[in-house]
């Protein structure tokens, strides 16, 4: 039985994962046409590539399609509840960096903290007769966040893509997204708040609980995480880069 790795399937999350692998000994490459999403790996025996878009490698990684995968950890941590049960971390690769956060009009000069946003949903509750809109994509996240932080006053409406236009277009006044440099929020009038760092996300190796693990598949990983230099015990909570 082969081990399955799944990777995203195109642009630079692919290419540095190809390069992550390369550096330690481990080709991985595209076969066939652009448009084919099949792949091949050389220097480990028993490896299958799998390519995926990344926002599919937490499900097969939860259904045990795939029994190792590299996303990113805001999208394992967002669709997967209880994520720990379900999937180990291996390494956190080291690119793929992005913050998830939350931001505010500009304008909203009193609103600096989860705190004055708290503030603000309670009085826009009272002032409009219904919440705060937060848009996003990632509601697990999102949620555990504020609810941490005691704010009740919002809803979350669900954007999927220009995320920072929804408060200029009136269907949302605040949102949580993903960020790296942030200019595409200034660009829309936008700002973090000081304490609205949701989660740091980044690239990240994960394993498969519900996946297969024969001796044999367990021997072919074995040698795989001897080759990255990552800890091969599949039970342990969590398991660091040597």
Known sequence: MSLKIGVPSKGRLMEKTFDWFGARGVTMARTG??????????????????????????????????????TGSDLVRDKLADWRAQVQELAQLGFGHADLIIAVPVAWIDVDTVDDLDAAAAAFRKAHGFRMRIATKYH???????????????????????????????????????????????????????????????????????????????????????????????????????
Do not use: M
Not at 40 to 64: F, N, T, Y
Not at 167 to 184: F, P
Not at 187 to 209: C, E, M, P, Y
């Open 140 to 242: 697990r996240l999102v949620r555990e966040f504020l609810t941490a932080q005691g704010v009740a006053d919002y809803q979350l409406v669900d954007s999927q893509g220009a995320t920072e236009g929804t408060v200029k277009n009136l269907t949302a006044e605040a949102i949580a997204d993903i960020t790296s440099s942030g200019e595409t929020l200034r660009a829309n009038h936008l700002k973090i708040l000081s304490d609205g760092l949701v989660h740091a996300s980044q690239a990240t190796l994960f394993a498969a609980r519900a996946a297969e693990w024969p001796p044999e598949t367990q021997a072919t990983f074995r040698q795989l995480a001897q080759q990255l230099g990552v800890a091969d015990d599949l039970q342990a909570g969590a398991v660091v880069t040597r």
């Open 33 to 70: 046409s652009d448009r084919e999403y099949a792949g091949a790996v050389d220097g480990v025996q028993g490896v299958e590539l799998v390519l995926l878009s990344a926002g599919e490698i937490p499900r097969e990684l939860a259904a045990g399609r795939i029994h190792l995968g590299v």
